[in-house]
Structure formats: C-alpha cells, structure tokens
Nanobody, 115 residues
C-alpha cells in the first residue's frame, strides 16, 4: 500500500499563488505514476497533472501555463505550483498515485480563490 500526505492548500486572492505538496510513503517502489486531481463543488473530479516514472508529464489545458508540476524522486514527493489563480480554480485538490495496478488518493486539500 501507499500512503499520501498533502499540504499547502488555503485561501488566496485571484491572481495569487499557492504551492501544494504530496509526500508518498509505504510501497513507493511500486509507484508508476503520481499526480493531482481536483474536484470543484458540484462537479466531477478532473485530472490536473500527472507524471510517470519515465518522466512523461501531462497537464490539463485549463491550467497549462499557470500551474507547474514537479517531483522530487529522492523524497517521493510531488509539487503543484499554482500561479495566476482564478476563482474557477477553487476546488479540493487530491494527490494520487498509481502503484501495482491500484489507484491511491489522498484526503485532499482545499483551495479557495476569492477576494
């Protein structure tokens, strides 16, 4: 199994920035991909960014150019740097990993973009 601990959410004004972190522990050698998803109120969960162990990265068009996704392999941690935040970015952000054919999701960290 893999455990995920997220941090970095909060309240920010439009145009502001936040950095989310997600640290994985447990059976990290089985991880094939890590990333972030988000779920806004009344909407389905959507993929924001992901990266495979081969380094293939995917970022949603809605956040491309504003969000930067990175990882620290030594720490089994992924980061989501969110700049130029918009009210429509308001959501609960979830870290996920795919490991040994199973998906694991964190508990989520809320991000609210409001003046």
């Amino acid at each position: 199994q893999v455990q995920l601990v997220e941090s970095g959410g909060g309240l920010v004004q439009p145009g502001g920035s936040l950095r989310l972190s997600c640290a994985a522990s447990g059976n990290i050698l089985s991880i094939n991909a890590m990333g972030w998803g988000r779920q806004a109120p009344g909407k389905e969960r959507e993929l924001v960014a992901s990266i495979t162990t081969f380094g293939d990265t995917s970022v949603a068009e809605s956040v491309a150019g504003r969000f930067t996704f990175s990882r620290d392999n030594a720490k089994s941690t992924v980061y989501l740097q969110m700049n130029s935040l918009k009210p429509e970015d308001t959501a609960v952000y979830f870290c996920f990993v795919e490991a040994a054919g199973m998906d694991y999701w964190g508990e989520g960290t809320p991000v609210t973009v409001s003046s």
